[in-house]
């Protein structure tokens, strides 16, 4: 295991909530690190951009009021995504609020800049970047990221096509700091092979759509309550980005979901046509086939706490 930084040592659950576009809100991180996994949001589903800092002030306050009340239970740390491409006109803005509120974990994503890692070590925080080959890893690394999010082939949204054990065992040919693994992760177990591969962390992002806490639609969490990996399509046409969505919304919209047409990836935007991509055609990665209802996040974390105890005693025995 990996010598990690102090906002990723001794969690409770060796997990991080991805951060989901449009779905991700306080409600859902204050959930997710009270029951002891680090939460986190994309920084661009406050809108307009001067909600960003009441909803930093809603979640630094509130897990500073669980963590007065549940002193033996100490809630985990959150992240906020940044999506550091030259669409995003937000970032500067953005990245100097999570600067003021001094936010823990820096998931940044689509472009790696040495000023946004600066900013954020500045205060202490820890920056995470999201890559899909070893490539763009080391580009990270070299740039100042602290860890690495390897998100392998079958993860939601903008995913990559490596096998988790070739993209992983790459990294740590050269890597020894923080890993996390993203891709179709939904169990404990799952969790738990993640890190026998070299991971420090499972990445989950697909189940906690279908979560009481996550803003979307009720239709989407029952779809990923019915679905399983054959309904999960690749495609680079809504965003210009590769990435896996649920053939069900795909139909809805007037398209074929086995007969898409290419994107051109310079159309790439992160405004309207993606919102609205985002939000009509639902994102989402194979590890749904053991979504079985929509719940609670706390009641769902408690599940995964659960086998994947099971999962270790289970191996040590």
Request: charged share 20%; proline share 6%.
């Amino acid at each position: 295991m990996s010598k990690l930084p102090g906002a990723l040592a001794d969690l409770p659950l060796p997990i991080i909530g991805s951060p989901l576009f449009i779905i991700s809100n306080p409600k859902l991180v204050i959930a997710q690190c009270t029951a002891g996994v680090v939460g986190s949001m994309p920084s661009l589903n406050a809108r307009p951009a001067e909600l960003l800092e009441e909803w930093l002030i809603e979640i630094t306050e509130g897990l500073a009021a669980w963590n007065r009340d549940h002193p033996d239970q100490p809630a985990a740390p959150f992240a906020i995504n940044q999506i550091v491409h030259k669409s995003n006109e937000r970032l500067e803005h953005d990245m100097a609020l999570c600067v003021k509120y001094k936010v823990p974990i820096i998931i940044t994503s689509l472009g790696a800049r040495e000023d946004i890692n600066a900013a954020a070590h500045s205060y202490g925080g820890v920056v995470l970047h999201d890559i899909i080959n070893n490539r763009f890893a080391r580009k990270a690394i070299e740039k100042g990221a602290d860890g690495l999010i390897a998100v392998a082939a079958g993860a939601g949204g903008h995913a990559g096509v490596k096998s988790p054990f070739a993209l992983v065992q790459e990294i740590r040919q050269w890597f020894d700091g923080p890993v996390a693994l993203s891709g179709s992760i939904a169990t404990g177990g799952a969790v738990l092979a993640a890190q026998a591969m070299g991971a420090d962390f499972a990445y989950i992002g697909s189940a906690f759509i279908a979560t009481e806490e996550a803003r979307a639609a009720e239709g989407y969490k029952q779809a990923i309550v019915a679905g399983t990996s054959d309904d999960i399509v690749y495609s680079n046409l809504f965003t210009g980005v590769h990435g896996n969505y649920l053939a069900p919304s795909i139909r809805a919209a007037g398209l074929d979901p086995e007969n898409l047409p290419e994107s051109d990836p310079s159309k790439m935007n992160f405004g309207g046509d993606a919102k609205k991509a985002w939000k009509d055609i639902w994102g989402c990665g194979q590890g749904i086939g053991v979504v079985d209802k929509v719940r609670p996040a706390g009641e769902f974390i408690a599940q995964l706490r659960r086998e994947y105890d099971t999962a270790r005693r289970r191996l040590l025995a």
